[in-house]
């Protein structure tokens, strides 16, 4: 915990002010999570979203490297795409996705930008998904 103190600080909120404030930073150790994902069997297309930014780069634990994916029912991620809200990424499966089948995606190295991946957090790095047709 890193521990700051300031001589002086005027709130944006008011006109009162302080001499003595203290702030504390608490480092974050708690990786992305998957908050919502989506298929489609058409294109083979996966939408991923998570609960924080995550890392770009393509680098080991970035969001954008499809060998930090993987999923079960024989399929794996050929391609991943982050967007521009760093929290949602776009994959691309192997093959198709049969329609009403369970999809349990895994990315246990994606890493939030603090550097904490859903591993090290200790949080289980999966999140279950059922595939529905598309209605044209």
Not at 4 to 25: D, H, I, K, M
Request: proline share 4%; charged share 15%; net charge negative.
């Amino acid at each position: 915990m890193a521990r700051s103190s300031l001589q002086w600080f005027r709130s944006a909120c008011s006109t009162a002010s302080s001499t003595n404030v203290t702030l504390n930073v608490v480092a974050d150790t708690f990786g992305p999570t998957v908050v919502d994902a989506g298929c489609d069997a058409v294109d083979r297309g996966i939408r991923v979203v998570f609960s924080e930014p995550v890392v770009s780069g393509g680098g080991d634990n970035a969001a954008d490297n499809a060998l930090n994916y993987s999923l079960d029912q024989g399929l794996g991620i050929a391609s991943a795409l982050l967007l521009s809200d760093n929290k949602t990424v776009l994959l691309t499966a192997t093959d198709v996705l049969t329609p009403l089948t369970l999809y349990n995606p895994a990315y246990p190295n994606v890493a939030d930008t603090a550097g904490a991946t859903a591993m090290e957090s200790g949080r289980r790095p999966d999140y279950r998904m059922r595939l529905h047709q598309r209605h044209s």
